[in-house]
């Protein structure tokens, strides 16, 4: 019966199970403070005119805008949950397997009673694997849904935003995909977009609770 490499793999598991689900979750931007220089503009500042070609500075408005950070941070806990769940059951596993094999090294499990508790250890680290696969799964899923729906609501409110404005073209620049590398900066209607994209936001939500 090979055991050692059994509770190994058992361990090489558990210790695995500390990283496996949260990595799945990496937020594309960080909340950046009002004060920051990299943050978004004073719309104040905003000279553009009706036929006037602008931008956006993405990362800037999606850090920034409170529907995605309220849907990241009630998303993020749902995560932790499930990853501490795993790393709790993967710890149990672990140090069941550790006191089978110490049973087994002192001769006190028959042969019979060490086949079944070793197979039934396998098992357990069998339905684990799975279900991290499925949790991985179900988390990626619900991360698209929710970057679909911060992008659809952002989308909307920018077309019916330039009803108003009549600019010829709207672009987006972020820090990893620059487009705009040379641009008076009263072109940049980021923070304008975001007080509106957020006024809109806060009423709705609102008016949610109120119901």
Do not use: W
């Not at 036929?51 to 956006?56: A, L, M, N, S, T």
């Not at 993967?90 to 006190?108: H, I, P, W």
């Not at 909307?156 to 108003?164: A, G, H, T, V």
């Amino acid at each position: 019966m090979k055991r050692t490499p059994l509770i190994l793999s058992i361990i090489a598991l558990a210790v695995a199970l500390c990283a496996a689900v949260m990595s799945v979750v990496k937020p594309d931007f960080k909340k950046k403070p009002a004060t920051e220089p990299s943050a978004v503009t004073d719309p104040g500042k905003i000279t553009a005119v009706a036929g006037d070609i602008v931008y956006v500075q993405l990362d800037s408005l999606i850090a920034n805008y409170d529907m995605y950070n309220d849907l990241m941070t009630a998303f993020q806990s749902k995560v932790q949950g499930i990853q501490d769940d795993l790393n709790k059951r993967g710890r149990r596993l672990e140090s069941d397997a550790k006191a089978f094999e110490s049973q087994v090294q002192k001769g006190l499990l028959t042969r019979s009673a060490a086949e079944e508790q070793q197979n039934k250890l396998v098992q357990r680290q069998q339905n684990l694997q799975n279900d991290m696969a499925k949790k991985d799964a179900e988390i990626q899923e619900e991360q698209a849904v929710l970057n679909n729906q911060v992008y659809y609501a952002v989308k909307e409110f920018i077309e019916k935003y330039n009803e108003e404005h009549q600019f010829s073209l709207i672009l987006t620049t972020s820090g990893v995909t620059n487009t705009v590398l040379n641009v008076n900066p009263g072109l940049d209607i980021t923070a304008d977009v975001l007080q509106g994209l957020n006024e809109d936001y806060i009423k709705n939500r609102n008016k949610k609770s109120e119901e």
